[in-house]
C-alpha cells in the first residue's frame, strides 16, 4: 500500500494514477497463471492414481478449508451478504466450473494440445465480450498483444497438434465433436466469467469470495464425479498422487482463484485473459523440465511472444 503525507527532500516525480494498482495486478496475474500453468504436468501424475473428477473435488475440499480459516484468522464475514447469492453463483460456474467439468469432459474425446488450443482462445471471447459489456474498446497495443499472444500459442501447440493428427488420421472426426463444444464452453464460459466479474462486482472480501465460489462452482463437477466415475480405494494412492492433490488443492485453487480475482480487480477483463497465455508456456516449460518432455527452440519463441503479449496489453 502507497503512503503518502511523508516528508521528502525534493519533490517525488508524478504517479500516473493506477500504476500501483495495475503492477499489483500484474503480479497476481503471474502467480495465478504460474499456478494454473503447473498443473499440467501434475495432471499428467494424478492420472495415474485418481479419476480427473474425482481429484477436483477432493483438492477443492482443501482448497476451501485452507481459505475458510485464512478468512477467519483475517476476521472477515464468512456468509456471503444478502443479495450477492445470484451474483455469486453465476461467477462461480463461469469461473469454476468451466475449468473443474467442462475441460477434463472435453479431453475424453480430445488429445490434450488439440484441447489447449481450443480453451485458450479465451481472450479472443473476452476482448469481444468486453466491448459491448464493459464498453472497453479495443486499443491498438491490445489487439496487437492479443496477436503476440496467440500466435505464441499457435506456434507453442503446432508440434504436438500435428504430430497427434499425424498418428490419429482425420483429426476433426464425428468422434471429437462432443469434446470441441465442451473444450469451446470451457473457453467461452471462463472468458464470460472475466467480462461478468468485472460487470457486476461481488461485495465479499477476497478470501471468504474465493472460497464460495470454489464450492459453488464444484458442485456440479461432484455430480458427475459421483455419476460418471468408479468409486477409488484411498489406500492404493501413492504418495506421488498424495502430493499431487496437496499441490491441486492448496496453489492451483486456493492460491491461484484468490490471485485470479484479485488480479481482475485492478486491470481490465481483456488484459488479464490475455495475460493467462502464460500458464500453458509454463506447462510445457514445466513438463520438460518435470517429466523430461523435450523442449525446442518453438518453445522459447512461444513464451517471448506471450510475455510480449502480455506487455503490450497492459500498455493499452
Known amino acids: 500500500m502507497t503512503t503518502v503525507g511523508q516528508p521528502v527532500r525534493e519533490p517525488a516525480a508524478p504517479v500516473p494514477l493506477g500504476t500501483a ?31 480427473p473428477f474425482t481429484f477436483r473435488v477432493i483438492g477443492a475440499i482443501g482448497a476451501v478449508a485452507l481459505l475458510l480459516l485464512v478468512a477467519w484468522r483475517q476476521g ?87 504430430t497427434a493428427v499425424s498418428a490419429e488420421g482425420a483429426p476433426w472426426s464425428d468422434t471429437k465433436l462432443p469434446g470441441l463444444a465442451a473444450i469451446l464452453v470451457t473457453a467461452l464460459m471462463f472468458a464470460g466469467g472475466a467480462v461478468f466479474t468485472k460487470r457486476c462486482p461481488i461485495e465479499m472480501q477476497p478470501v471468504p469470495l474465493a472460497a464460495w465460489q470454489i464450492v ?8 458427475m464425479a459421483w455419476a460418471l466415475e468408479p468409486r477409488i480405494a484411498l489406500g492404493d494412492i501413492t504418495a506421488l498422487g498424495w502430493g499431487c492433490i496437496i499441490y491441486v488443492g492448496l496453489i492451483a485453487q486456493a492460491v491461484a482463484y484468490l490471485a485470479w480475482f484479485r488480479a481482475l480487480k485492478r486491470l481490465p477483463a481483456s488484459t ?45
Open 21 to 51: 494498482a495495475k503492477l499489483g495486478g500484474l503480479g497476481f496475474l503471474m502467480v495465478a497463471a504460474f499456478a494454473w500453468g503447473l498443473n499440467w504436468p501434475v495432471l499428467k501424475f494424478l492420472m495415474g492414481d485418481w479419476p
Open 76 to 162: 472477515d464475514p464468512l456468509a456471503p451478504p444478502a443479495g450477492q447469492w445470484g451474483r455469486l453463483s453465476v461467477g462461480a460456474v463461469l469461473n469454476v466450473t468451466s475449468w473443474g467439468g467442462m475441460a477434463p469432459l472435453a479431453l475424453m474425446w480430445l488429445g490434450a494440445a488439440e484441447a489447449a488450443i481450443i480453451a485458450y482462445t479465451m481472450p479472443v471471447w473476452a476482448m469481444l465480450m468486453a466491448w459491448p459489456v464493459l464498453g472497453e474498446r479495443p486499443t491498438a497495443p491490445r489487439l496487437l498483444g492479443l496477436v503476440c499472444g496467440l500466435s505464441g500459442m499457435a506456434l507453442l501447440m503446432a508440434g504436438p497438434a500435428l
Open 272 to 316: 488479464a485473459t490475455i495475460g493467462a497465455l502464460l500458464a500453458p508456456v509454463v506447462g510445457v516449460l514445466g513438463s520438460g523440465l518435470i517429466l523430461g518432455e523435450p523442449l525446442e527452440w518453438r518453445h522459447a519463441v512461444a513464451l517471448v511472444l506471450v510475455l510480449a503479449g502480455m506487455l503490450l496489453a497492459t500498455r493499452g
Open 216 to 223: 459453488i462452482g464444484m458442485i456440479p463437477v461432484a455430480v
